[in-house]
Nanobody, 128 residues
């Protein structure tokens, strides 16, 4: 059974940092593409960042470029989202997702439909 479990969320002041982790079980994360999405109250789920199975290619939403970094920890079977210079508008529930390898993922990595497995999410709140 595949499980993705996020951790690392919390309350932080604007300008602060958080490191989100997504621990995978039931699959080997280094053979999957992975991504982070977020959803704020009353808003649709939106893409944050993605990394391909090899770790060689990363993708970011404009909102996080230069502030967020996605990476994989193969030894811990975990995907990391390092978030720096946080802003109040970053407040949301952050969820990680994993996608089986397929060529089409490079065209739809920024859409929820591009993923097969999802975690429950972790709350990130940034105060002003």
């Amino acid at each position: 059974q595949v499980q993705l479990v996020e951790s690392g969320g919390g309350l932080v002041q604007a300008g602060g940092s958080l490191r989100l982790s997504c621990a995978a079980s039931g699959l080997t994360i280094s053979t999957y593409n992975a991504g982070w999405f977020r959803q704020a109250p009353g808003k649709e789920r939106e893409f944050v960042a993605a990394i391909n199975w090899s770790g060689h290619n990363t993708y970011y939403a404009d909102s996080g470029k230069g502030r967020f970094t996605i990476s994989g920890d193969i030894g811990k079977n975990t995907v990391i989202l390092q978030m720096n210079s946080l802003k109040p508008e970053d407040t949301a529930v952050y969820s990680c997702a994993a996608a089986r390898f397929r060529l089409s993922w490079t065209r739809n990595y920024a859409t929820p439909a591009g993923y097969d497995y999802w975690g429950q999410g972790t709350q990130v709140t940034v105060s002003s």
